[in-house]
């Protein structure tokens, strides 16, 4: 067997000289694979712009202030309806009291005739007003808070 290596020996060498050559080699492109991938890297770092960062609240963004705008409108129009509805409450009111004294007018003749005072003869119509107000205020309010939002989450 020693014979055998001693006569491989110089097949060994060269194979050992071929290995040392290819390894060389191999080391010289290593590096200068990395001395390039160092150079393009830093050439894509220079390439590329800085980058800018842009942070923003909530009042500078379109649509956020668009949709603020929409709800103050619709804010405005909700406190404007319940003035509307009163004043026509109260014409409402005004012109059915003006009729009904207007209708009972000669009633009311015979109450002075007949020596009722005046604020008997008014404490009926008064009466009158004042359940419509209250009748009508508290079915509004019931309607308002509980019939109508009810109302619009079924619709809606």
Known sequence: MRETIIAASPELTQAKQQLDQAQSQLNEQKASTEQTLKTKENELKTSIPQVRWYVQDRQSLGGFSA????????????????????????????????????????????????????????????LFALLACLIGGGLGLIAGFLGIPAFLLVVL
Request: hydrophobic share 50%; charged share 15%; proline share 2%.
């Open 67 to 126: 949709l603020k705008s929409d709800l103050d409108s619709i804010q405005s129009l909700g406190n404007a309806f319940p003035i509307v509805f009163l004043l026509v409450a109260v014409m409402m009111s005004l012109t059915a009291m003006a009729r009904m004294v207007e209708e009972d007018r000669s009633l009311i003749g015979t109450y002075v005739g007949l020596g009722y005072g005046r604020l008997a003869v008014a404490s009926r119509y008064l």
